[in-house]
C-alpha cells in the first residue's frame, strides 16, 4: 500500500546501531502542503508526518536525492521550528536583501554560544519540506509510488547513508561534546555580552524616543497618551490646552459651515430666539415702568 488518504507512505530504512543492532524501518506520511493560512511556497512544498527524532536537513536532503536528481530540495522547518527559519534557509534570505542580512547578523552577534551541537525531535512531529519547484512535488510522490510497486525486497532509502561525516554524532559523543560546549571561550562569550547589550541599549533609547513624541504630540482629538517617564507634566499640559483650543475652533467652524443640519438643531435654535425675544420683552417693560414712575413723581415748580 503506497497511500492513506492523501498522505503517501514512504518507509525508510534505519540502519543498526550498537543500541540495536538490527536494521528497522520507519514510515513517514507525506502530502502537498495545504494550510490554512496559504503562502508563496505552498505549492513547491510538502507537509510531513513522523519525522524521525534525530532528523536534522541533511537527513532529508540525503533521502531527496534518493527519491528525486540532486539539487532538489531547497529547506525545510521542523514542528519546533516554525517561528524561526532553520540557518540555510536564514542564509539564504540573507543574500537576497541587504537589511535583512544585516538585521540577521546582528541578532547572530547577540545569541548566546550554544550548548549542543545538534537538536532532537519530539517523537512523531511535524515538519515542511520546500522544494524548487511545483514539478519536484509531483516528481517526488510519483517516486514513491514507483518505489512501492519495484521495492519488491523492500530496498527502501536508507537513513543517514553518506551523511554520517556531515552530521555531529549521537549517543555518548553528544554528551561529551555537550560538556565542553558548556564552558565556552570567555573572550567569545563577553564579546556576546556586550553585542547584547548594544542592542538592548539601542532599542531602549528608540522606545524612549517614540514615547518622548507620543508625550508631546497630541493625537487628532486633543489627547495625549500618558506615558511613563519624566517630570514634565506642565509643558504637555499647555501644549494640550492649546491643541484643545485649536479643536474647538475648528468644530465651532465646521458648525458654522454646516448650519442647522438636524431637525433637533432648528427646534434649539427657534427656542433660543424666542428666549431673545422674551428677555428682550422684559427688559423694554422694566425700562418703560421704570420711565412712568420717574415721570410720576416729577412735581414742576408753581
Known sequence: M??????????????????????????LYLRPHAPKIPT??????????????DSTPTHFKAVFADLIQ????????????????????????????????????????????????????????????TLVDEKSVESTLKAIRKLHKSSKDNKWPIWGSGIESKIPSLGSARYLAHQKMRYPDPIALQANVDAFMTRFNEKEEERARAEKRKRNVPDEDGFVTVTRGGRVGPA????????RREM??????????????????????????????????????????????????FRPES
Open 70 to 129: 540532486t539539487g532538489r530540495f531547497e529547506s525545510i522547518i521542523f514542528e519546533n521550528d516554525k517561528h524561526k527559519p532553520p540557518p540555510s534557509q536564514a542564509l539564504e534570505t540573507t543574500h537576497k536583501k541587504g537589511k535583512k542580512r544585516k538585521r540577521n547578523a546582528e541578532e547572530a552577534d547577540t545569541e548566546l554560544p550554544q550548548i549542543w551541537d545538534r537538536e532532537l525531535r519530539r517523537s512523531g512531529s511535524t515538519a515542511v519540506i
Open 236 to 243: 504637555r499640559k499647555e501644549g494640550a490646552e492649546a491643541k
Open 40 to 53: 508563496e511556497t505552498d505549492s513547491r512544498s510538502l507537509f510531513v508526518v513522523n519525522v524521525p527524532v
Open 2 to 27: 503506497s497511500k492513506i488518504g492523501d498522505y503517501a507512505i514512504l518507509p525508510i530504512t534505519l540502519p543498526p546501531t550498537a543500541a540495536y543492532p538490527k536494521p528497522a524501518t520507519h514510515t
Open 248 to 297: 474647538e475652533e475648528k468644530e465651532r467652524k465646521k458648525r458654522e459651515e454646516m448650519g442647522d443640519f438636524y431637525r433637533f438643531q432648528m427646534r434649539e435654535r427657534r427656542k433660543q430666539e424666542q428666549g431673545e425675544l422674551v428677555k428682550g420683552f422684559e427688559e423694554d417693560r422694566r425700562r418703560v415702568e421704570s420711565m412712568k414712575e420717574k415721570r410720576g413723581r
